[in-house]
């Protein structure tokens, strides 16, 4: 089954915003304070790397040609990467926020 019209720039949009809201959590997390970094600090910081890597990938493996030209596989691959990103970055925002 084809994905809907349009899937492919609304997963790239969104992809974008999320990451965008990302760069700007690192910025007011304090990524560049001079004080050392603790063990809870390194795990947001992982988590939001990995949010980053998902979301950054996300148009690529949306646009990626596929062999028949009704197949949604990478659009479903795309789908799920941009989950995993949405959940990595804000478990990072949620832990920052808590600990």
């Known amino acids: ?5 349009g899937s492919v720039p609304a997963l790239s949009a969104a ?19 001079p004080t050392g970094w603790r063990a809870i600090d390194v795990i947001v910081f992982v988590f939001a790397l990995i949010g980053f890597g998902c979301l950054g990938l996300v148009p690529w493996m ?8 009704t197949s949604d596989a990478r659009i479903r691959i ?3 990467m941009f989950l995993a990103g949405v959940v990595a970055i804000w478990l990072a925002v ?3 926020v808590i600990f």
């Open 94 to 96: 949620a832990l920052s």
């Open 15 to 33: 992809s974008a915003t999320i990451f965008s809201i990302g760069i700007v959590f690192l910025g007011y997390w304090g990524l560049y304070e």
């Open 1 to 5: 089954m084809p994905s809907p019209t």
């Open 62 to 69: 949306a646009t990626s040609p596929v062999e028949p030209e």
């Open 78 to 80: 795309a789908r799920h």
